[in-house]
């Protein structure tokens, strides 16, 4: 199992900006090391079923954004340092929820349910 630990979350003005961490440590089983992991950004607000934002190859080559965050938010990967990152400018009260990222061995998929490592969450709350 890789464990993840989601950071940067806070309370932002509508049209702020937050940048999200996603730490990683641990290997598998196998010994496969995060570089090897696809990752997603997803989040839930009260009331509403988890959503994909953002997902990232293992090698940070091909990414995928859902239309909602389009050309506001950016997915990006660090290996070197086991981390991956959501940049979201352009902040909406409706952006407000609880973001996760999730990891999966092998190629990236915009199902929450094909990801089986998860972090705890961390709150992101914009006002207007």
């Known amino acids: 199992q890789v464990q993840l630990v989601e950071s940067g979350g806070g309370l932002v003005q509508a049209g702020g900006s937050l940048r999200l961490s996603c730490a990683a440590s641990g290997r598998t089983s196998s010994g496969r090391t995060f570089s090897t992991y696809a990752v997603g950004w997803f989040r839930q607000a009260p009331g509403k079923e988890r959503e994909v934002l953002a997902v990232?190859?293992?090698?940070?080559?091909?990414?995928y954004y859902a239309d909602s965050v389009k050309g506001r938010f950016t997915i990006s990967r660090d290996n070197a340092k086991n981390t991956v990152y959501l940049q979201m400018n352009s902040l909406k009260p409706e952006d407000t929820a609880v973001y996760y990222c999730?990891?999966?061995?092998?190629?990236?998929?915009?199902?929450?349910?094909?990801?089986?490592?998860w972090g705890q969450g961390t709150q992101v709350t914009v006002s207007s």
């Open positions: 999730a990891a999966r061995n092998g190629y990236y998929s915009t199902s929450h349910q094909a990801y089986n490592n």
């Open positions: 990232i190859s293992s090698s940070g080559i091909s990414t």
